[in-house]
């Protein structure tokens, strides 16, 4: 950048227009947004290990205390329908802190819980809370960027998404080594007082004054419907929830499978976790440079077809036991390393033609992946819990996916909003 009176920005550089602050530090911004990102999903995950002794200590079914788990995915669901639109009106910081203070409470209120009702409800609230992070980090990334620039950054985002319910386990079995099922929500709580802190002093405003709709019921309504009118929007929104239910049905099913069925036990299994977690690590940060020689939507493409053809080598093996544990764990990992470059550029692309209403268009798009998902995931369980059931809902997720996007979304014709949407980042 140049002294004096006009600062010249760099070629890669961008300040956001109107009235909004300017971006001074877009490594720790996207930091800011990852944690946003993974608020949710911790929130689900980190306190399963302590399930068996929260049913006992509140004197109450395993089956009964399952729905504190089911109360968050539908707070995260019902939040994101609500929170997009309220964005769009008033813009993202508000929302965006809000939400996580509202986090906070409900983590204390479960922490003093005295029933598994009352918990539950708290759960509802407390997924509420995380859903603004959740959708609105996806909103942020759409003011600042479009196309290329937007799945890369996303790409970035979907590794904390697909990481953290694979490691948030692995957190709260340590968190409980230290403390009862209840110190859980005490360090949700703390995480989401240093979010919210580091969102209020790093989080600029991205959506401009001018740029923002009225909040208004048929406003949001029409919004929706002009959504769900978009066969390429809703199709790519379709993409991305069946793919994330691929991932959840190993997330759900992966223990399982690994210890029950091959005999690990839990350090050798958190092991194999970890290890096929590396997989969706590396497809998102290929993906990063992939989008230096290709357009999303091929990416998405040819993500989608490879994964297809790999989850059909599972379900193979699955179902004929072929090739013992590492012959069930090399395509199970090969579908998590497609799904990796899925997860990041269909979301990119569907946003990207809905810049006048990116965080209603966000919204939907992740409350229908927490839905999809969360739907389907537990299939794995109804079918039996072993190799065969994941391989079906994992092949099913991904191959129906593949298909929506081939038919009915067909992204190679989806053209990007012409609205100024690759709004620039000021680099101090």
């Known amino acids: ?15 956001v227009p109107g009235d909004t602050a300017p971006v001074s530090r877009p490594g720790l911004l996207v930091l800011v947004l990852g944690a946003l990102v993974a608020l949710g999903p911790l929130s689900i995950d980190m306190y399963l290990p302590a399930l068996p ?19 968050t995915v539908l707070g995260l669901g019902l939040g994101q329908l609500l929170v997009g639109p309220l964005s769009d009106a008033v813009g993202r910081r508000v929302p965006l802190i809000a939400g996580t203070l509202v986090h906070v409470v409900a983590s204390l209120l479960c922490l003093l819980a005295p029933t598994v009702e009352l918990l539950t ?14 959708v ?7 003011d600042l960027y479009a196309d290329r620039k937007a799945a890369t950054v996303l790409s970035r985002l979907i590794l904390v998404m697909g990481v953290s319910p694979v ?5 709260g079995s340590a968190v409980l080594k230290w ?12 995480l989401g007082i240093a979010i919210a802190v580091f969102s209020a002093l790093l989080l600029p405003e991205t959506l401009p004054k001018q740029r923002r709709q009225p909040l208004r019921v048929g406003a949001t309504v029409r ?6 009118a978009d066969s390429a929007y809703i199709g790519l929104v379709l993409v991305a929830g069946l793919a994330m239910a691929g991932l959840f049905a190993f997330v759900s099913g992966g223990s399982f499978v690994f210890q029950q069925e091959y005999g690990l036990d839990q350090q050798q299994f958190g092991l194999m976790f970890g290890a096929s977690a590396v997989w969706l690590i590396a497809a998102t940060q290929l993906n990063a440079r992939l989008m230096r020689r290709y357009e999303p939507h091929q ?23 072929a090739g013992g544990m590492f012959g069930l764990a090399v395509p199970v990992w090969a579908v998590l390393f497609f799904a990796g470059l899925i997860l990041p550029n269909a979301p990119a692309v569907a946003l990207s033609a809905h810049g006048e209403a990116a965080g209603t268009a966000a919204s939907l798009l992740g409350a229908v992946q927490f839905g999809v998902g969360a739907a389907i995931s537990p299939v794995v369980g109804v079918l039996g819990n072993n190799a065969r059931a994941m391989g079906v809902v994992m092949f099913a997720g991904i191959a129906l996916a593949t298909v929506v996007l081939l038919l009915v979304a067909r992204p190679w014709r989806v053209t990007p909003a012409g609205d100024g949407t690759a709004v620039p980042v000021v680099v101090h």
């Open 1 to 15: 950048m140049t002294s004096g009176s006009r600062t010249e920005p760099a070629r890669d550089e961008q300040t």
């Open 53 to 71: 002794s929260i049913a006992t200590d509140l004197a109450t079914s395993e089956s009964t205390i399952q729905l504190t788990l089911s109360g």
């Open 121 to 134: 409800a708290a759960r509802v609230v407390q997924g509420l809370g995380a859903s603004a992070g959740s």
């Open 136 to 142: 609105l980090a996806l909103a942020v990334v759409r």
């Open 167 to 171: 490691l948030a386990p692995t957190v």
């Open 179 to 190: 403390t009862q099922w209840r110190g859980v929500f005490v360090v949700l709580a703390v």
């Open 223 to 228: 919004t929706y419907g002009g959504l769900f």
């Open 299 to 321: 990416v998405l493409v040819a993500a989608s077809v490879f994964a297809t053809v790999s989850a059909a080598v599972l379900l193979v093996v699955a179902v004929t036991g």
